[in-house]
Nanobody, 115 residues
Framework: QVQLVESGGGLVQAGGSLSLSCRGS????????MSWYRQAPGKSERELVA????????NYADSVKGRFTMSRDNAKNTVFLQMASLKPEDTAVYYC????????WGQGTQVTVSS
């Protein structure tokens, strides 16, 4: 059974930092492109925040470039999202996504940035 479990969310003041983790199980983690998405309050769609391929190359949304860093540890089946200089507009539920053998998601973790 494929599974993704996120952790590390919480409440932080603007300008602060948080680190998220997403651990996978039940699938071949190392070959996957892994992504972080977020869904802001009142928004119906999830926004792509960052992605990392099997070789470790990353892509970021313009809104988080220079502030967020995504990495992976294939030995631990885990991806990370280090978030710095957080802004109130970063407030959202953050989801981890894998795309092989099919697209699936974690349960999400809440990040709240107070002004």
């Amino acid at each position: 059974q494929v599974q993704l479990v996120e952790s590390g969310g919480g409440l932080v003041q603007a300008g602060g930092s948080l680190s998220l983790s997403c651990r996978g199980s039940g699938f071949d983690f190392s070959v996957n492109v892994m992504s972080w998405y977020r869904q802001a309050p009142g928004k119906s769609e999830r926004e792509l925040v960052a992605a990392i391929n099997s070789g470790g190359s990353t892509n970021y949304a313009d809104s988080v470039k220079g502030r967020f860093t995504m990495s992976r540890d294939n030995a631990k089946n885990t991806v990370f999202l280090q978030m710095a200089s957080l802004k109130p507009e970063d407030t959202a539920v953050y989801y981890c996504q894998a795309t092989w053998p099919y697209t699936f998601w974690g349960q999400g973790t809440q990040v709240t940035v107070s002004s």
